[in-house]
């Protein structure tokens, strides 16, 4: 595959076009460099563009307003995508936006490929919403866990022994015995740490939270909480623990070793972690685990994932095992809505301390990874990337077939 190497899209507030080296290509990157790793469609030239999230230009609602975004692409490509000489690729890789109810991201491609006339198998869409995987919205859908790519890079027991050395220079219980780390503003992430905060169990963690401003204070007032200890805990913020002083280099998402750094230093300093994801309690139909869930595993630390429910399920099915039970948790404890997981949750941190505030340092970084054999495994199945190659071959498989007989 090859693409259009040179910026062609007509400057406006709603699309742009992926050319060049671009942070925001993340997903885009990793399909394209695979496809040609493997010797795949040679012949596909592709045009990439991304949507610019503006609320005030695509449809964050169900009204019956659909975006042109094609017209801002030159009459030349056009007629090749027409021709079935160029693939248009709609890169929302990076994200895990609902669609079909949050943002209607497919009505509107719909409405553009049939107005420009362009065949729907020339049409890609990625993303990083694995429920997209489910549906045929009447073109090419392409989704993955994109978030879980180049973060185990070393050897297994290399990568285990170096977590293991600086566990033992870093960790110390009187300073914390796990982490929380939420970095932006996120009203289901706020509660959490409400929640930590009001069971006085922040005091055992290592935080990061934002500034908890009034909006805020008043939305967990309306989830059923204090407006008194609400405002005590919004005091308190924000919290910083997994900022750099250089604000150039806070991009711990980042499948950069340089960037990793900062993040596995607070995991190999903690005994066990909280991984609260990007989506808790969405209400919409979102399943993505990004790399807040994965660089736990990159660092064999036990680890409590507060995401969407039934996300155990979802990690065992891909062979991956939650080590739920160190915490005296169920591998269904999060089934349930948002209330009872966090319940159930804030019980097994409190049952957890408490057990490992009668131990010596030594003693707590042997349960660490007293679950060496499993520790060592999820580690594995994170550097196979199996499952997203799996589904990688499938997607172009079917796209050589479509090609062949066009």
């Known amino acids: 595959m090859f693409p259009v190497n040179k910026n062609v899209v007509y400057k406006n507030n709603t699309i742009q076009q992926c050319v060049g080296k671009m942070r925001t290509t993340y997903g885009l990157d990793i399909l394209v460099n695979y496809i040609n790793s493997k010797g795949k ?14 609320k005030h230009t695509w449809n964050w609602s169900k009204k019956h307003h659909y975006i042109d975004f094609i017209r801002y692409i030159p009459l030349k490509y056009i007629k090749m995508m027409q021709r079935k000489e160029l693939v248009l690729i709609f890169d929302n890789a ?34 990083s919403n694995v429920n997209d995987r489910r549906y045929s919205p009447g073109f090419r859908v392409y989704s993955e866990h994109f978030w879980s790519y180049g973060i185990a890079v070393d050897d297994v ?10 566990t033992i220079k870093t960790f110390d219980k009187e300073r914390a015995l796990f982490s929380s780390l939420n970095g932006q503003d996120k009203i289901h ?36 909480e204090s407006d008194f200890h609400t405002k005590r805990w919004a005091a308190t913020t924000p919290r910083t623990v997994d900022r750099d002083p250089d604000p150039s280099k806070n991009h711990g998402w980042v499948n950069n070793q340089q960037y990793l750094k900062k993040d596995y230093a607070i995991l190999d300093a903690s005994a066990f972690h909280i991984a609260l994801e990007t989506y808790i309690e969405p209400g919409y139909n979102n399943k993505l685990l990004s790399e807040k869930t994965w660089k736990p595993y990159a660092r064999f630390i036990p680890t409590i994932v507060l995401s969407i429910n039934d996300t155990s399920k979802h990690l065992s099915q891909l062979g991956y095992d939650t080590l739920y039970s160190v915490f005296g948790l169920e591998e269904t404890w999060d089934k349930h809505e948002i209330e009872r997981r966090y319940t159930e949750a804030l019980n097994a941190v409190d049952i957890t301390c408490k057990k490992l505030n009668a131990m010596t340092n030594t003693q707590i970084i042997d349960w660490k990874f ?7 495994q999820n580690y594995t199945i994170l550097q196979s990337n199996n499952i997203n190659c799996k589904w990688r071959d499938e997607f172009i498989e079917n796209m050589e077939t479509v090609y062949e007989n066009t």
């Open 94 to 127: 990076q994200e895990a936006f609902d669609p079909i109810n949050e943002i209607l991201f497919w009505e509107t491609i719909r409405h553009n490929i049939k107005r420009y006339r362009i065949d729907p198998d020339y049409f890609w869409y990625l993303s």
């Open 189 to 224: 992430r706020h509660w959490w740490h409400y929640k930590l905060f009001k069971s006085k169990l922040d005091q055992y963690a290592m935080i990061s939270n934002p500034r908890v401003n009034f909006t805020a204070q008043r939305q967990l007032v309306e989830l059923g």
């Open 41 to 54: 469609l040679p012949n596909v030239k592709y045009l990439a563009i991304k949507p610019i999230y503006d």
């Open 370 to 376: 007293k679950k060496e054999k499993v520790l060592k």
């Open 157 to 166: 027991d290399k990568a285990f022994e170096e977590t293991v050395n600086n």
